[in-house]
């Protein structure tokens, strides 16, 4: 993959350039940036063969002036601080896009967890947890799922947790449903990218009836991104996964795929469509391209060949700055990341809210608030994207860096 600066990174630069068109007075620019706390801890563990091990772990809090900081913990060989802290300011700008209660958090350990058994992860994560205890809390630092981590660690997470506080299934989301997980929450993601894409074809002037849809990654976000998109009339002519792409001009069967992918955790070996690459598949002409895998997919080197009247990001960052500009250029729309892939925060925040009245809603109830503030905010980030005639991207960062400054004005002031 081409490796392109950091002064093109997209979440900072359209940062600078929100802050710059909200014409924010440099001091409060300057605030919302710095974070308001970093911990690293050390995570002493016993291995199964009885010798201690040690791992690095990281909680950034970056901002709570709406909120309790909200965000995921990753587990991930890469992880670092600079990583989570950037993680952690995006979460701060999603939140108040979504106009959610929330502030912005984020936390990791950096660790391959796959060289580690099952117990030695859970003894890891319940000491990681003790580590950062001091500074979370039901209303001050809620964590979640994120990169190799799942319902079963915020299991171990919310259990370590109630043993010191008592029983506070509100210490985490995305847990099972059996300990206060939401309804909706496994697919929410997945959901609300398609719900952006259905209102992209709206303003963009494009039939939704039939168009045609080329998503990369088949993970929880892409495979029921695919689904709904698929029960909205749409014809999803390509997907792909880490072993490859799949492609029928004529439309694949997303049912059948859903359910083999769901048993086979892979779409290698579904019996319909062409075998193509994954750098084949993103330049595959089509209405939108849905990178829903990794990172930086749509970079300086394959920018070029993008045919698509519109890239929906379900992933986070998967379209670099310079790409981003190029694309522009080309008239070619990108809704962002932190409007198209938020449906999971926001289910999140539904969990808590749930157990925080200790009441369950409904699946219908939750995708019916859902649907509400995924299209209230498209609508908003919109309105003031034609207004300002500047990108979605850069109308979201607008969107919510002014609900955070003006909620910064009124508790400083
Ligand atoms: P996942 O692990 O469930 O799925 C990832 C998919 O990408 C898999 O199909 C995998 O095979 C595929 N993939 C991996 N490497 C690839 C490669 N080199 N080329 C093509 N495909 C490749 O992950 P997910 O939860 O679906 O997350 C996908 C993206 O969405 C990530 O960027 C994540 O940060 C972002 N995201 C997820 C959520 C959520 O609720 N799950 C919320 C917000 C953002």
């Not at 350990?109 to 580690?116: G, R």
């Not at 993970?219 to 999803?236: H, M, P, Q, R, T």
């Not at 250029?329 to 938020?342: E, M």
């Amino acid at each position: 993959m081409a490796k392109e600066s950091s002064s093109t990174n997209p979440t900072s630069v359209a940062y600078k350039k929100a802050v710059l068109k909200l014409g924010l007075k440099k001091n409060i620019g300057r605030a919302l940036e710095i974070p308001d706390r970093e911990l690293t801890v050390e995570v002493p563990f016993r291995r199964d063969n009885g010798e201690i091990d040690s791992v690095i772990g990281y909680r950034v809090q970056h901002n709570n002036t709406r909120g309790p900081f909200k965000g995921g913990i990753r587990y991930h060989q890469h992880v670092d601080i600079e990583e989570v802290r950037s993680l952690a300011t995006l979460m701060t700008w999603k939140t108040a896009l979504l106009d959610i209660p929330y502030g912005g958090g984020k936390g990791g350990i950096a660790v391959n967890p796959s060289n580690y058994s099952k117990t030695e992860l859970e003894r890891m994560s319940r000491r990681f947890f003790r580590g950062i205890d001091p500074i979370i809390g039901v209303n001050i630092d809620i964590p979640a799922p994120d990169v190799n981590t799942n319902a079963q660690v915020m299991s171990w997470f919310m259990d370590e947790y109630s043993q010191i506080h008592g029983y506070s299934p509100a210490i985490v989301t995305g847990k099972p449903i059996e300990l206060g997980g939401s309804e909706g929450r496994e697919a929410a993601t997945g959901k609300g990218t398609a719900i952006i894409t259905r209102e992209t074809a709206e303003k963009w002037g494009i039939e939704l009836n039939n168009a045609e849809v080329v998503i990369q990654g088949f993970g929880n976000v892409g495979s029921y991104a695919a689904k709904f998109l698929d029960e909205y009339g749409c014809k999803i002519i390509a997907v792909s996964d880490v072993s490859g792409g799949l492609y029928d001009p004529n439309g694949l069967d997303i049912k059948s795929l859903f359910e083999y992918n769901s048993k086979n955790r892979t779409i290698d070996g579904f019996k319909q469509g062409k075998k193509i690459t994954n750098q084949e598949l993103l330049a595959l002409k089509c209405d939108f391209l849905i990178p829903a895998a990794l990172g930086s997919a749509i970079n300086k080197s394959n920018v070029n060949s993008i045919k698509c009247k519109a890239i929906i990001e379900a992933a986070n960052g998967p379209v670099t700055g310079y790409a981003a500009d190029s694309l522009w250029s080309r008239k070619i729309a990108i809704i962002p990341d932190i409007l198209t892939n938020a449906g999971g925060v926001t289910v999140s925040y539904f969990e808590w809210v749930q157990n925080l009245q200790q009441f369950k809603w409904t699946e219908d109830d939750v995708n019916m608030k859902l649907e509400d503030k995924m299209v209230k905010s498209f609508d908003e980030v919109f309105s003031i994207k034609q207004k300002n005639k500047v990108p979605m991207r850069i109308a979201s960062f607008m969107v919510a860096i002014d609900r955070v400054a003006n909620a910064y004005n009124l508790r400083e002031g």
